[in-house]
């Protein structure tokens, strides 16, 4: 490994791990062991280099050396050996050679399923229902019915979003979120940003989130599949506050979003930053194309006119766009920025954007944790599901999933969605 990372010798990771690995190394032997902070120790072993391997294993190969050091221990020592990786691949080369293997466990988060969703259904009694919009629900008066048809009292988080039935009559339903233990109405409800009205529960949900001001609502984390307006809503959110009802509070809506090829080595394409990045923007265009023209008969039958009107938000710098790698290290002051695919983005990733935020900053965290691109993360391990689940409470924090059954695109998506 050590020449495995010698070859390497580029990259803040490679050079993290170097300087750590010399830190160790003036406080004692490597070869022997260095006893770590936690309690373990860390050792560079140098042996077990004539254990056998099956045929179609090349010893050349770095996983087969470390496969090669498990193997030695595992039969020299007594107790037990765990090969811990994030390489799914050696991890069942492991398996096969009787190795115990296991992922990191430290940035996993539950289950896609068991993760927090934002938001939930409850039911409140009829009298409580009738004064909701006046005084709201105290979250100890309302309850939720397992498949069993059992009542039971729900654990209902800071900044939740709820869809309030009355208990006597189910179909009357009311939409609310919890704050400071209170069942509180939408405020945001009757809004259309940029001409958009909400067109299911999970668009009223992401509205309200989304037109909170910064200082209440510095962080909103959207997950959802495809079609089910993420980009959209939120591009049409920032354009209302820039263009439509320009209150001052942002200077300019930033949009980031992360590409799993070329993310590290994005210097290496030829021209300027925005250049380069333009084959991440396409998504956004399309989703201008239907902002900045609402008449979808009409839309695209002047195609250069079109483009000028988009053109014209850039000029102005209304809508600025950066590689994701660029923001490291800066503070972003009174500013609507938009994270696009951030399913793609790692957790230390997720943590050095919203460490970031400046005042008046707002960040949009948006991904389909069910869609990665990335090699080495899933659905447990990618920055957006990471993100949601260690801000989840928080009253700083706004989250909401969306349904398959949210989804707008088109009837192909929405059943693809499904079926796929």
Not at 276 to 298: A, F, G, H, Y
Request: neutral net charge; charged residues 30%.
């Amino acid at each position: 490994m050590i020449r495995a990372v010698n070859e390497l010798e580029k990259g803040r990771n490679v050079r993290e791990v170097i300087r750590c690995l010399e830190v160790l190394r003036s406080s004692g032997s490597l070869v022997d062991g260095v006893r770590m902070d936690n309690g373990g120790y860390l050792r560079v072993e140098k042996n077990y280099l004539g254990v056998e391997l099956p045929p179609d294993m090349p010893e050349h190969k770095s996983d087969n050396r470390i496969l090669k050091v498990c193997k030695g221990l595992k039969e020299k020592n007594t107790k037990e050996v765990v090969l811990i990786t994030k390489d799914i691949l050696l991890r069942i080369k492991a398996q096969i050679l009787g190795i115990k293997a296991e992922d990191f466990m430290t940035d996993q988060v539950a289950e896609h399923k068991e993760q927090y969703q934002g938001r939930t259904e409850v039911y409140a009694s009829e009298e409580d229902f009738k004064e909701f919009k006046k005084k709201g629900i105290p979250t100890e008066k309302v309850y939720c019915v397992d498949e069993t048809g059992n009542m039971y009292i729900p654990e209902l988080f800071e900044n939740e979003f709820l869809i309030i039935r009355a208990d006597q009559s189910s179909k009357k339903t009311h939409l609310g979120r919890v704050e400071n233990g209170i069942i509180r109405k939408l405020e945001y409800r009757k809004s259309e940003p940029f001409g958009i009205r909400p067109r299911n529960v999970g668009q009223y949900f992401m509205q309200e989130a989304l037109m909170q001001p910064a200082e209440k609502a510095p962080l909103v984390i959207i997950k959802g599949s495809a079609g089910t307006s993420k980009t959209f809503y939120s591009l049409a959110v920032g354009l209302e506050k820039m263009i439509n009802n320009p209150t001052g509070e942002y200077r300019r809506i930033l949009v980031c979003r992360p590409n799993a090829q070329f993310d590290d080595d994005i210097g290496f394409l030829p021209g300027d930053e925005q250049e380069k990045i333009s084959p991440l923007l396409r998504p956004v265009l399309d989703n201008l194309e239907q902002l900045v023209d609402s008449d979808e008969r009409k839309r695209y039958e002047d195609e250069n006119e079109l483009k000028d009107k988009i053109d014209e938000i850039f000029e102005r710098g209304i809508i600025q766009a950066q590689a994701l790698n660029f923001i490291r290290g800066r503070s972003i002051a009174k500013t609507y920025l938009i994270i696009d695919e951030a399913q793609n983005m790692t957790p230390a990733q997720v943590k050095g954007i919203i460490t970031r935020a400046g005042k008046e900053t707002k960040i949009v965290l948006l991904g389909d944790p069910n869609q990665i691109d990335r090699p080495f993360l899933d659905a447990r391990t990618n920055g957006i599901s990471y993100a949601a689940e260690h801000m989840k409470g928080s009253p700083l924090c706004w989250q909401i999933s969306m349904k398959q059954t949210e989804c707008e695109r088109s009837q192909l998506a929405m059943d693809a969605a499904e079926r796929l």
